[in-house]
């Protein structure tokens, strides 16, 4: 066990552990118990270092939703075309249905599930981190617009909140078993929306 304050490494390296376990179990579900069997910390170092369960599951949930986020925008800016960027971005999914971590399901969109019928700064977290997502389709809908490879008509905003939707159902889909076979078909049926 660390004694005393984890440094900013450890800080790092907690925030990972501890995402795994909330990933796998649920806010409500992980004890701090398996906070501290899967961080290795002592109840103190991890009290010092994030106050309570609810501080540390914020930074966990704060760091997925940024690295998303940012690993998202910059397959948009490297992607061909803004379709291209969609089309891939959920067949690679679809593709990746034994891989466990996918199988996971999405850390915002289980937390939106799970807390978000309660007015909760992690429920708006949630959300927020959703809404990150929303506005990164959407830009790629305006940009495939712009590129006339999706139709002007199409309503930008509406889209990338249907494909967040769809993205969250298709590893919703995952997380419950589906195989690779249906998770593409549903895919492709989520992607006919942009013609």
Known sequence: ???????????????????????????????????????????????????????????????????????????LADAETGRAFIETTFMQVARGADDPQLRLGCLA???????????????????????????????????GQSEQVIAATLDADALGYYLVSGMCGLRTLLKCGAGRSRAEGVARQVLAALD
């Open 109 to 143: 969109m289980n937390t939106a599930i799970e807390l978000g019928h309660e007015d909760t700064a992690l429920a708006q977290q949630a959300h927020a981190g959703l809404q990150q997502f929303a506005d990164i389709f959407t830009a790629a809908i305006r940009r």
């Open 1 to 75: 066990m660390t004694a005393g304050r984890p440094n900013s490494y450890e800080i790092e390296r907690v925030i990972d552990q501890a995402t795994q376990v909330f990933w796998r179990q649920g806010y409500q579900a992980t004890s701090i118990a398996d906070l501290l069997d899967a961080t290795q910390l002592s109840r103190s170092s991890l009290y010092q270092a994030f106050s309570n369960k609810e501080n540390l599951f914020s930074r966990c949930l704060q760091n997925y939703c940024d690295d998303l986020a940012a690993q998202l925008r910059q397959q």
